[in-house]
DNA sequence: AATTTAGGTTAGTGGCTATTAACCGTGGTG
DNA sequence: CACCACGGTTAATAGCCACTAACCTAAATT
């Protein structure tokens, strides 16, 4: 007699666990974008989460394997993210104000996981990278795809660049909220990134 | 008798230290900027300027000080480089224009430093990072004083923010080109990043 | 109720690495 | 030309840190 083998039971454990292994990517994620991957033991990490030290191993293979869960979730969620908003809206030019909202959202509520993720990519052991570099391209194309419909002579490489540069745009303020501190006028700032990213894609 | 104390001697000694001097800092940019500063041992540092291990330590005090060199110059190379920018200039919007395509050429020319200082620079010991924060907080309030002469209505703190989002919009190519890859079309990206600069902060 | 399993703990252990020690050849100085 | 400061070398040294071992408690399972 076995349990299911994909379909775990919900014991208090599991729960337990479960949560316990959120707290400790919560911790990563802030200590990461404080610190640096390397600036971080896995002492730091465990009793950041209320556990110490060795009991990280119950959770994650390693050091690297939390590094890999931190950024091949926050990749997959941006793309999944984007998949939807294209889908649910009706023609590119809103497409595009949804994707500009969405990453805005997303640079706002999750700054420490998107600092992370510019800052320590080339930690991740060379597989994880590899898939990490491939959402992201992927989650790239989302958005030049969108452009391609609003300006289908611009060569693709040019929409490359300008949505890069507008990731930059975007995500220029984790850089700026040191350590989590909340900002004043928040919809202020939402509502400026939106605008000034509004701005500088149409040409 | 003695030598100047400020304005040393010129012998070939002195030329060849300040030559691995530099050597060393640039090996610094470049190894900092691809596996950040605590993922680069003061062997790795030394060798690529080949030289090995200790010898670091003739030319710098420790690991940090090389960090410190490397930030505080960039720092200083921004301010003033935007100072003479701006006292070269005109009118306020000739001045912004300017100082837009001197951070993209710099942005472009030293893609290294620039990741590192905002890689990094958490990694300074505390009066450096004072430092070299204040530094870069002088450097904006530059960029912020000629958007205030062009829109005196509008209050500074969304100037400085809009002076942030151009900052990461600009660099965000140094997280794009790794390794130091030649860019194949640098003109256009050139051109590009000032257009949507110019685009992106004229509100 | 007995047993197993899982998640936690506190001690190693081994490797890496920043820094120092001890020593050496040579360019610069007198 | 004798001397010495300097920039380099290789060999310790010491501390940190990822990871493993051994053990313990209690929830789940039977």
Redesign the interface.
């Known amino acids: 007699m076995e349990v299911l083998p994909v379909e775990d039971r919900l014991t208090g454990r599991s729960i337990a666990k479960a949560s316990r292994r959120a707290a400790l990517l919560d911790a990563a994620a802030q200590l990461f974008a404080?610190?640096?991957?390397?600036?971080v033991s896995i002492e730091d990490l465990g009793s950041a989460a209320g556990v110490s030290g060795p009991a990280v191993y119950r959770h994650f293979s390693g050091k690297p394997a939390v590094l890999s869960a931190l950024l091949i979730g926050v990749s997959e969620d941006l793309l999944d993210g984007s998949l939807a908003v294209v889908a649910a809206s009706t023609d590119p030019e809103a497409a595009l104000k949804d994707l500009i909202r969405f990453q805005v959202d997303f640079a706002l509520s999750k700054a420490n996981v998107i600092r992370v993720q510019?800052?320590?990519l080339?930690?991740l052991q060379r597989e994880d990278e590899q898939l990490v570099r491939s959402l992201q391209r992927r989650y790239l194309e989302v958005w030049v795809d969108t452009l391609a419909e609003l300006s289908p002579d611009v060569d693709r490489?040019?929409l490359r660049?300008?949505t890069?540069?507008?990731?930059?745009?975007?995500?220029?303020?984790p850089?700026?909220t040191h350590g989590g501190r909340a900002v004043?006028?928040l919809a202020?700032?939402r509502g400026?990134?939106e605008?000034?990213?509004w701005?500088?894609?149409?040409?």
């Open positions: 404080e610190r640096g991957y390397n600036g510019d800052r320590d080339s930690s490489v040019r660049r300008k890069h540069a507008v990731f930059g745009l975007i995500n220029s303020t850089h700026t004043p006028d202020g700032l400026l990134l605008d000034m990213s701005a500088a894609v149409r040409i």
